[in-house]
């Protein structure tokens, strides 16, 4: 009998396949509508709000999928194994847990902190994507030009604290119920929560989240992304932090 010999790759298209057709019929859903300001109780994972292969070549069909369908899952099904041996957690929102790390039990504390972390930073990032370049406009587009000096200086600046994250992590402009934008960056899983603020977008910038396609590259990857940034859901995101609304 002849053995065929399947690399990794080959193997992980075909799981690939499966996930494609099913997320080919979700349909995009609005920021506003996907946020919330109470999440509680056992966490679920959110379904992409738009097919795993539309941020394609940008981002590919593969990695979109094994980072939600398998990254995003495990942190998911993590951080609800973590409630179970502390059912009190469940009655708490997520930034409440969040920015009161001190407060969870020493046993399961490191387990939220990636779990939870990881679950409400993915949250935010599908929500933030799907586009196909453009930019931002109104409110968010007159404090970015306030806080950075304009669009390119952003993305400069942005970039460049994405690319000095050491390991893994995110990089993130925060938003004040004032408006005002400011750069963060995180090391891990850890969200801006955790200090008490509230992320208006950020970026992934874990190797599993480019690898497949920029290979080490991840300031190409930092620069490429913003051609898939969706800038309207970013406003949305905008206002709601205007209105006191801590957005998830």
């Known amino acids: 009998m002849t053995k065929t010999m399947l690399n990794r790759r080959t193997l992980l298209a075909a799981a690939t396949g499966a996930?494609?057709?099913?997320?080919?019929?979700?349909?995009?859903?609005?920021?506003?509508?996907?946020?919330?300001?109470?999440?509680?109780?056992?966490?679920?994972?959110?379904?992409?709000?738009?097919?795993?292969?539309?941020?394609a070549p940008t981002i590919d069909a593969e990695t979109m999928t094994l980072h939600h369908d398998k990254h995003h899952q495990a942190y998911v099904s993590n951080f609800n194994a973590a409630l179970k041996q502390e059912p009190s957690l469940a009655g708490l929102t997520y930034p409440d847990i969040l920015a009161g790390l001190d407060k969870v039990p020493q046993g399961v504390?490191?387990?939220?902190?990636?779990?939870?972390?990881?679950?409400?930073?993915?949250?935010?990032?599908?929500?933030?994507?799907?586009?196909?370049?453009?930019?931002?406009?109104?409110?968010?587009?007159?404090?970015?030009?306030r806080d950075f000096g304009g669009v390119a200086k952003l993305q400069e600046a942005f970039g460049?604290?994405?690319?000095?994250?050491?390991?893994?992590?995110?990089?993130?402009?925060?938003?004040?119920?004032?408006?005002k934008l400011a750069l963060d960056s995180k090391p891990n899983q850890d969200t801006p929560l955790m200090d008490g603020k509230r992320a208006l977008f950020g970026n992934d910038?874990?190797?599993?989240?480019?690898?497949?396609?920029?290979?080490?590259r991840r300031p190409d990857y930092l620069k490429a992304w913003w051609q898939v940034v969706d800038w309207r859901r970013i406003g949305e995101r905008y206002a709601l932090a205007r209105q006191g609304k801590l957005v998830i």
């Open 109 to 145: 504390r490191q387990a939220v902190r990636n779990n939870l972390g990881g679950h409400v930073n993915h949250s935010m990032f599908w929500q933030i994507m799907g586009a196909k370049g453009g930019e931002p406009e109104g409110e968010v587009l007159a404090a970015i030009e």
């Open 205 to 216: 910038v874990w190797e599993h989240a480019y690898y497949l396609t920029y290979r080490n």
């Open 19 to 55: 996930a494609l057709a099913a997320s080919a019929k979700l349909a995009p859903a609005s920021a506003a509508a996907a946020a919330s300001t109470d999440p509680k109780g056992p966490a679920e994972l959110p379904p992409l709000p738009y097919e795993a292969a539309s941020l």
């Open 160 to 179: 460049a604290a994405g690319a000095k994250v050491f390991g893994s992590g995110w990089v993130f402009v925060t938003v004040t119920s004032e408006g």
